[in-house]
């Protein structure tokens, strides 16, 4: 039975949710859209970022020093998949791949077990889901840094460099980019966000466990696209692009929380976040061969006509 | 300015589908040299070019610009020596970035890339002078996507990135091949300008034989992965299209059906 009440209930945790995850959307954002580059890491260094951080906390060590770890390990991560794609010639969606299924093992070892829990009420936590007010504008802050460090960033020289590199290799490299290395940055770049992303999620919810990045991929990839369907036409900036992404991330949270109170099982999430993307990431194709087939009609005269 | 030696370019090897692109192409180029290059389907002219530029690994031979050997040097360590246009419009810019951000990073070929800014204020209005020198109304996009423009004026701005840093070697592979012919024209003449201005020593594929004769202070036909005729100085200028009609028959057997070779 729907209950409204239950879902205005839900929404301020998918906001916070929303917002938290959305760094690590932002960082799907940095390989799929400026690199053209799927990069599949993210499942396994969403929960690598987690488990540094919890495990750093449970050592007594600063849960902001630990934020710091996590975004460095999460950065070796996405050396680990471009050095599979770059050095030794893999295709880079079977390099994230590989990137993925190793962290697992990796994540294991920092972890001892599959899930390491931190209670708030035993340490200071940067973020908690017993605070949801506060755990949103903290991750609001952390946002705005994020998308203020990448603004400024791909404005510099090396950045424009990386763009070049997802936009036209050939150029890049005429222009002499190597584009090895632009990859290479952009990769560590963009999994260190989401590390981060994954330790800030793992202190919201108190806990890392050994599968909290599964799916994180197709999370990303809605975020990104839900931001770009809802926004892409209003929003030129950059930066406002970058926080579109993380708007769109809420939806989909809070989309999630709605199809739980009619009733989807929690299983079938999954299936749901599925489909849902492929729909999504179907819209510009199929709007593309329909455009084909049907060519706009030119409509003459009228006000819009006048000053041509 | 450029020296190759004994190079040589086989694609596929050992396969039914090897062919031997280059075989034994040696040329040397003084400074200054505007070299056009004609040559039937499959000669090896585009082969050249990439060879020099180094887009795969060669067999054999060496290629040595202005007394440097870059025979073993990556594509993007090249281009601090060569400026690039492709017969792809889209290949030579990047589409989703700005016409001052592709100049920018095309004047910071062969530098040292930092964190400082991208483009300085400074940069935009030289751009803005030298678009404005293109004549095509470009310099009132400085910031418009590359993608909103037309093939013409792409290759265009590809042409003043692969010059905004003198390159010590131009090489153009049939750049105005997918233009219509005004536009080709304009293209081509931009391209003359750029060269004398900055005094480039350039290599220019093309398949029209007018231009080829019309354009550059020498000329070399290729056949078959070989240098077959080269010439220069008056010599060219006296050259006339059924010259190289002449020649052409000759080594390819008088068989003379090549679709895309123009003759006027």
């Avoid at chain 1, 690199?35 to 449970?58: K, N, R």
């Avoid at chain 1, 993380?246 to 099982?265: D, E, K, N, P, R």
């Avoid at chain 1, 593309?288 to 087939?293: C, H, N, Q, V």
């Avoid at chain 2, 350039?202 to 992965?225: F, S, W, Y």
Wanted: with cysteine; charged share 15%.
């Amino acid at each position: 039975m729907f209950n409204f009440v239950a879902l205005l209930n839900a929404l301020p945790g998918s906001v916070a949710q929303g917002v938290l995850m959305g760094i690590m959307a932002i960082g799907v954002y940095i390989t799929y859209k400026v690199l053209d580059f799927a990069d599949l890491t993210v499942d396994g260094s969403l929960c690598t970022g987690g488990a540094v951080a919890v495990m750093l906390i449970m050592k007594g060590i600063n849960p902001y020093v630990a934020l710091l770890a996590a975004f460095a390990v999460g950065m070796l991560a996405g050396l680990l998949t471009g050095f599979f794609h770059t050095v030794m010639g893999i295709p880079g969606i079977l390099a994230g791949i590989l990137s993925q299924l190793g962290l697992y093992s990796i994540n294991m070892r920092i972890m001892g077990k599959s899930n390491q829990a931190v209670s708030v009420d035993k340490y200071d936590l940067v973020v908690s889901l017993r605070y949801i007010t506060m755990a949103i504008a903290v991750g609001l802050i952390f946002v705005v840094v994020v998308i203020g460090i990448l603004y400024w960033f791909l404005g510099t020289e090396i950045g424009s460099a990386v763009r070049a590199t997802g936009c036209n290799e050939n150029m890049a490299r005429a222009q002499g980019i190597n584009t090895n290395v632009g990859k290479i940055i952009g990769l560590v770049l963009s999994n260190g966000l989401v590390a981060l992303s994954g330790a800030l999620y793992a202190q919201y919810n108190g806990n890392a466990d050994i599968n909290m990045g599964r799916g994180a991929i197709v999370i990303g990839l809605a975020s990104v696209i839900i931001g770009e369907v809802l926004f892409g036409k209003i929003f030129r900036n950059f930066a406002l692009r970058l926080f579109s992404v993380v708007i769109g991330c809420v939806i989909y949270f809070a989309v999630i929380a709605l199809v739980l109170q009619l009733g989807l099982s929690t299983t079938d999430l999954k299936l749901f976040s599925a489909l849902i993307v492929a729909v999504f990431l179907a819209i510009p194709y199929w709007s593309g061969k329909y455009k084909a087939t049907h060519p706009a009609k030119v409509k003459k005269g009228g006000k819009t006509d006048a000053g041509n | 300015m450029l020296e190759i030696k004994n190079l040589s370019k086989t694609f596929n090897p050992g396969t039914v589908n090897e062919k031997q692109a280059l075989t034994n192409v040696s040329i040397t180029l003084n400074e200054g040299d505007f070299v056009t290059i004609i040559g039937g389907n499959g000669a090896g002219k585009s082969t050249m070019l990439n060879a020099i530029a180094g887009v795969w690994p060669i067999d054999s031979g060496s290629i040595f610009v202005g007394g440097v050997d870059i025979t073993r040097l990556p594509e993007h360590k090249r281009a601090k020596y060569i400026g690039r246009v492709f017969q792809d419009p889209m290949m030579g810019t990047s589409a989703d970035m700005g016409i001052d951000e592709n100049l920018a990073i095309a004047a910071r070929r062969g530098k040292h890339r930092t964190l400082s800014w991208s483009i300085t204020r400074k940069e935009r209005e030289k751009y803005k002078k030298l678009l404005s020198s293109l004549d095509l109304g470009l310099e009132d996009r400085l910031t418009s996507k590359v993608g909103l423009l037309s093939g013409g004026q792409r290759q265009a701005i590809t042409l003043l990135m692969a010059s905004l840093e003198k390159p010590q070697l131009l090489l153009l592979d049939e750049h105005t091949a997918a233009l219509d012919p005004k536009t080709a024209a304009k293209v081509l003449a931009l391209s003359d300008k750029i060269i004398e201005e900055n005094q480039l020593t350039a290599m220019m594929v093309t398949h029209n034989m007018k231009d080829a004769i019309n354009h550059g202070n020498r000329l070399i036909m290729m056949h078959e992965g070989n240098i077959i005729y080269d010439v220069s100085g008056e010599e060219k200028k006296k050259l006339h299209v059924s010259d190289l009609l002449a020649k052409f028959e000759e080594v390819s057997g008088g068989e003379f059906a090549n679709d895309r070779m123009m003759l006027n």
